[in-house]
């Protein structure tokens, strides 16, 4: 396993709950009540180094989302391997009551993944393929939205 060094401040340290999880609970460094519809930085106490060639991606967490309606805005978050700030999250209340966060909650977890940069190139034409220029719904049921082609 990779390490990854980890400035905390006051928080636990980001914990798979079970093995062979993919994401790391970060757990609230502040407490604060989020209204139906509002969104806050929370901020997770947590800042890493992560070795380059990697990205950390901030996702949200499933049960809070079922059970509350809270979902994180940017989901998922991108911590660039640069990155040596505190990890944030920004979360939001989709739900129809005020949430609660208090300070060690889980609010989010972390996925670390490899990542690759690409070199582009600019060209006149790109080669052709099966799906072309068809996207956004274009192999599901009844017609495209109004005012698209197909
Ligand atoms: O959920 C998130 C997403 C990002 N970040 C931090 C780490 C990341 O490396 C930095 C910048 O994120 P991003 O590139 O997504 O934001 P931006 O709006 O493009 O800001 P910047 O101009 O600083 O790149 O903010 C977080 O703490 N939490
Ligand atoms: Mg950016």
Known sequence: MKQVEILITGTP??????????????????????????????????????????????????????????????APGTVDAGYRGEIK????????????????????QLIVQRVERVRFIEVERLPGSDRGERGHGSTGHGAAPEGTAR
Not at 42 to 50: E, P, W
Not at 91 to 108: C, K, M, Q, W, Y
């Open 13 to 74: 340290v980001p914990a798979y709950a079970h093995p062979g999880d993919a994401g790391a609970d970060m757990h609230a460094a502040e407490a604060v009540t989020l209204e139906p519809g509002q969104r806050a930085l929370v901020g997770t106490g947590i800042a890493i180094a992560l070795p380059d060639g990697y990205a950390g991606f901030v996702h949200p967490r499933s049960g809070l989302a079922a059970k509350h309606g809270i979902t994180i805005v940017n």
């Open 89 to 108: 999250v920004n979360l939001l209340n989709t739900g129809s009551e005020p949430h609660r966060i208090e300070v060690g909650d889980r609010i989010a």
